[in-house]
């Protein structure tokens, strides 16, 4: 058990280099981001915008808001609460200014059984 904010983050940073390259864990991490939070999400071809500023120009939107919670934050969270949950943690916490990373850090959190606290 860390002692101090250095030494758990030494212990999260350890952790995860390991686990990136475990096949299990990229595997599961792979299959909640596609069935749970939404990916791949599409790309949308904003033709009226394009037109609007001619010069041949073609936009594309990549529709985070698609995604489990409206915005790309869950990408992350998800990947924080698995290695929380391979580490045996019980909770997470989160810092948000408008709130999306607290709602996706919440949304994951209860994905893999983990207590959540939100500051603002």
Request: positive net charge; glycine residues 10%.
């Amino acid at each position: 058990m860390p002692e101090t904010l250095i030494e758990a983050l030494d212990q999260l940073t350890l952790a995860y280099r390991s686990l990136k390259r475990d096949p299990k864990f990229r595997k599961e991490l792979e299959h909640l981001l596609t069935t749970y939070a939404g990916r791949p999400t599409p790309l949308y071809e904003a033709l009226n915008l394009s037109a609007r500023l001619g010069r041949g120009l073609r936009i594309f939107l990549k529709r985070e808001d698609l995604c489990h919670t409206g915005a790309h934050k869950i990408n992350n969270t998800i990947g924080q609460g698995l290695l929380a949950r391979y580490l045996g943690k019980k909770r997470i916490i989160a810092e948000t200014g408008a709130g999306q990373h607290g709602v996706a850090a919440a949304t994951a959190a209860r994905l893999f059984g983990l207590s959540c606290d939100v500051y603002m």
